[in-house]
């Protein structure tokens, strides 16, 4: 019944070694999008995709990329982690047929150490 | 997209019915009033939505004010699983970004039930 899925739900990393992200979804929807959310904080956007249209938003850092190789799938990639990218990451998708409604992922923890 | 304003935290008695507020004083007509909600190490859940008239759903009830500059989430008996931080956020809909909609969150209310 899962519909939006992120593996793992915890991630570490070591500062420096590049890490991917999983997103998968059920849904068969449009959109996708990653948010980083730092602790104590609200989720902020980073990109996302319209089927195969990748929207970087103006201040996501370069060392933040993105691969979307079908409408099921989406990575999140970060090439140099720092200790500053320590976050959950959340992974959600819509549709116009959703009408505006995003669908979250329960979110991948990252730890860099 | 337009700013709201929500008080940081919010306490509740479980079972109480709970007004959440949002101050949302530069909307434009043109604004979708949409309410998401974080349980503790989850994803943000959609709640509910409106633009004009208020909405009723399973979840929860939208009051909008006559002006649209503010708005009330209502839970109408409150329990201990709807503790979390419920996020304000107004949507610009238009033919350019149909689809391609982003949610800008702002710092939302941590609702705390008490048993």
């Known amino acids: 019944d899962a519909m939006v899925i992120q593996n793992p739900r915890y991630q570490v990393t070591q500062f420096g070694k590049p890490v991917t992200l999983s997103c998968s979804q059920t849904?068969?929807?449009?959109?996708m999008y990653w948010y980083q959310q730092k602790s104590s904080q609200a989720p902020k956007l980073l990109f996302h995709?319209?089927?195969?249209?990748?929207?970087n938003e103006a201040d996501t850092p370069d060392n933040f990329q993105s691969r979307r190789p079908n409408t099921s799938f989406c990575f999140l990639d970060i090439r140099s982690p720092g200790l500053g990218d320590a976050a959950m990451y959340l992974c959600a998708t819509s549709s116009p047929v959703t009408q505006e409604t995003q669908y979250f992922g329960p979110g991948t923890r990252l730890l860099v150490l | 997209d337009a700013k709201t304003t929500q008080p940081n935290s919010m306490e509740s008695n479980e079972e109480e019915p709970v007004h959440l507020p949002c101050n949302h004083s530069?909307?434009?007509?043109?604004?979708?009033i949409h309410w998401y909600r974080q349980l503790p190490s989850q994803g943000p859940e959609y709640v509910i939505h409106?633009?004009?008239s208020n909405v009723n759903n399973r979840m929860a009830s939208l009051a909008i004010a006559e002006d649209r500059k503010s708005s009330t989430l209502i839970l109408h008996r409150a329990t201990l699983r709807d503790a979390a931080v419920y996020y304000c956020i107004l949507r610009g809909i238009t033919i350019s970004n149909f689809g391609n909609e982003k949610l800008t969150f702002g710092t939302g209310t941590r609702l705390t039930i008490i048993p």
């Open positions: 995709y319209y089927d195969k249209d990748f929207n």
């Open positions: 409106g633009l004009t």
């Open positions: 530069t909307i434009s007509g043109t604004d979708y």
């Open positions: 849904l068969n929807h449009n959109v």
